[in-house]
């Protein structure tokens, strides 16, 4: 659960303004727990709310809540930057990425702590950070591949 109060905090720490306008990205990002949104995205769900508000306004927004940390970047290689509140202080999570509709799932379980481990203990390397995608189809997409074609999916 984010704490809205905290983020504000740090953006103030980090002698930003807390503008109506970085507040309502921060408002999206929260109602919107578990989605990964672009810019794009952004800007319409804050245009709901603030019409004037501009893209390259979101734009600055995302860019700073990603360089004070508050924010996430990620790239599913399907040429959109996409954000999520970071979560530096919960456990990894993975990423489920459907190639045909796009959809972007959580994986939640850390797949990845007995290789860091094991890493660290054969090489003395320590992993600070890591990020794996799966990219495949998902069950909507599996469904409508089944339904059309009459046979299961590989």
Known sequence: MVHLSSIYRKLEEGTKRLTPQ???VIRIFAEHPGEHLSAEEVHQLVKRRFQDIGLATVYRSLELLTDLDILT??????GRARYEFNQEETHHHHHLVCVECGHV???GEDL???LEARIFNERGFQVLD???KFYGL???CVAKR???SGTPPK
């Open 22 to 24: 970085r507040e309502l």
């Open 105 to 107: 799932d959580e994986y």
């Open 138 to 140: 998902c069950r909507n």
């Open 130 to 132: 890591h990020e794996l």
């Open 146 to 148: 089944k339904k059309n």
């Open 112 to 114: 990845l702590d007995p």
């Open 73 to 78: 970047r990620i790239s599913f290689d399907d």
